[in-house]
């Protein structure tokens, strides 16, 4: 019997029993990594876009960076046969599924799909409400690994979080009793509060509406902002970068190994976004732990969204053993010149696993900004604003100033990555060969970024925040932090 016990992440993390009250299938230890065609291709799904999208993340280093699961979404199937079993649709996957999963595990990754807990999946297909046994059984038997299970025409089964884990826990059950692993993806919006009770039966859980290709553009059909999130009846679709962030800065700590908030998938390199808007929508996808999923098309990549899914000091914030998300601490408004007339900067910072501690300046506001962190606030969790972590000396490595240059790039995206890996091997990190824990472990220094300066004991981090931009950074104790730790203690 699995146990369902309820437990805040504080407690988990004080008392270090983590793996024995989550979803007990022992995967997404970090943030899950892959591929969904979601948002870039809709219903415009098929066996060569599959085949094709798998190929090309082998190829390219996508795969080798850690984007392991190639995740095809809604409208693959065609009802179901007389037995009851769902039944592809052989006019856009001929060879069935199956053979999609062979292929995509022929080249080392895993396989996903998609089913929704309602009568219908979203596009109106068939969903797998009071089918749970059957579906899960026939995804086990074509060989998936991974299911997003979305929320569509659920019957009016929601409205309190007893009703929603009731029907959610369902395909849980179900999956296990298959015997493979299979991680599973609950896709329920953020509705009836899953980072409450998603945990123990499930990798992770969607958290808001849908994702849109915007930086920060308000829409009526996202319509819960800021805390109502918390409680928002109508999550919609149509979300922006920034109203996910500020929905999800509340309750993104309850993320922890096995369990997961997902901020929805990437819209990195599908144009509706600047290359800085698009730098600190991986940043915080990756430092709040939200699975990373790429959501454009593989195959059509150019430089600078390849530059930016592969950064190794970034994807190292995501894939850090601890699993901590990175906090809000605060959070202002400031004067800014477009019709709204206000824009905002926010500062974030979290311990990393080795001691480390990673700090994010975000500013989101339509002019550059000069931002300034105290350590006070920065290490506000050390014990208070005078810590004896605050009045250390810390190295500051800046996490997007080893970036990829573009030539490189294009080598590797040019040559489908027969010529380029040698010419990038001081920006590609190959996590199939070296782990991320490993990596870290051994300060590996494609993880760490490039030093830029010391923050002095009490003292501010200061820096120039390009509009819709951040700074991201890795600090880590200076050789005189050493000297002085032992002085405070
Ligand atoms: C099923 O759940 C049990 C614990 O309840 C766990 O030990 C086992 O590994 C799980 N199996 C799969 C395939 O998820
Ligand atoms: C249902 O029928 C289909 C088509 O013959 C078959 O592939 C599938 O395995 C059957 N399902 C079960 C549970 O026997
Ligand atoms: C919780 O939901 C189950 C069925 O989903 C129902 O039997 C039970 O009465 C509900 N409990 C409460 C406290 O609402
Ligand atoms: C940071 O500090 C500088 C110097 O005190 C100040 O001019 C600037 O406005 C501050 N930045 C913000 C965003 O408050
Ligand atoms: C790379 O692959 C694409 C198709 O995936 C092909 O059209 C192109 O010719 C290949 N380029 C090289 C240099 O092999
Ligand atoms: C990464 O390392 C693995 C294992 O050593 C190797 O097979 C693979 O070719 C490498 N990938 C790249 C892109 O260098
Ligand atoms: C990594 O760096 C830390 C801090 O500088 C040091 O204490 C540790 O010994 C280093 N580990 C290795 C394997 O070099
Ligand atoms: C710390 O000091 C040692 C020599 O004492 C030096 O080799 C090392 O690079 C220093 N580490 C850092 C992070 O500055």
Request: aromatic content about 10%; overall charge negative.
């Amino acid at each position: 019997m699995r146990s369902y016990t309820f437990a805040s992440s504080a407690l988990l993390s004080i008392s270090g029993v983590a793996g024995s009250v989550l979803m007990n299938n022992g995967l997404a230890a970090t943030p899950q990594m892959g591929w969904d065609n979601w948002n870039a291709y809709g219903c415009d799904v098929s066996a060569d876009l599959l085949l094709d999208s798998a190929q090309a993340m082998a190829d390219l280093g996508l795969r080798d960076v850690g984007y392991h699961y190639v995740i095809l979404d809604d409208c693959w199937s065609d009802g179901r046969y007389e037995n009851g079993s769902l039944r592809p649709n052989f006019e856009k996957f001929p060879n069935g599924m199956a053979a999609i999963a062979d292929y995509i595990h022929s080249l080392g990754m895993g396989y996903g799909m998609y089913s929704s807990a309602g009568k219908y999946t979203c596009a109106q297909y068939a969903g797998s409400l009071g089918h749970e046994t059957t579906d899960a059984n026939t995804f086990a038997s074509w060989g998936v690994d991974y299911l997003k299970y979305d929320n569509c025409y659920n019957e009016g089964q929601s409205g309190n979080p007893n009703i929603s884990y009731a029907r959610y826990e369902k395909m849980s059950t179900a999956l296990n009793n298959t015997g493979r692993p299979i991680l599973y993806s609950m896709c329920n919006w953020g509705q009836d509060r899953p980072w409450d009770w998603a945990f123990t039966i499930a990798n992770s859980w969607r958290a808001t509406g849908d994702i849109t290709d915007f930086f920060d553009r308000p829409d009526v059909r996202c319509p819960c902002e800021d805390k109502e999130g918390l409680n928002c009846e109508f999550p919609g679709f149509h979300c922006s970068v920034m109203n996910i962030i500020n929905k999800m800065v509340w309750t993104i700590q309850r993320s922890q190994p096995g369990g997961w908030n997902d901020l929805d998938a990437l819209e990195v390199g599908n144009g509706g976004m600047s290359d800085e808007e698009y730098k600190l929508h991986m940043t915080m996808w990756a430092s709040m732990k939200s699975p990373l999923l790429i959501g454009t098309n593989v195959q059509t990549l150019d430089a600078k969204s390849y530059s930016i899914l592969t950064n190794p000091a970034i994807l190292a914030l995501s894939q850090d053993p601890a699993g901590a998300a990175i906090i809000r601490r605060w959070s202002y408004q400031v004067p800014q010149k477009d019709i709204f007339g206000v824009g905002e900067v926010q500062m974030f910072s979290g311990s990393l696993s080795n001691g480390d501690y990673a700090v994010v300046l975000l500013n989101a506001a339509t002019d550059e900004m000069h931002m300034n962190a105290t350590a006070g606030d920065i290490f506000v969790d050390e014990g208070g604003k005078i810590s004896a972590a605050a009045k250390s000396a810390w190295d500051v490595y800046d996490l997007w100033a080893n970036r990829m240059p573009d030539s490189v790039a294009n080598q590797i995206l040019q040559s489908n990555g027969t010529a380029g890996f040698s010419a990038a091997q001081n920006y590609y990190y190959n996590a199939t060969a070296q782990s991320y824990a490993d990596g870290i472990a051994a300060n590996d220094t494609l993880l760490m970024g490039t030093k830029v300066g010391t923050l002095e004991a009490l003292g501010t981090l200061k820096a120039m925040v390009p509009a819709h931009g951040v700074m991201a950074y890795r600090l880590r104790p200076s050789n005189a932090t050493a000297v002085s730790k032992r002085d405070e203690l």
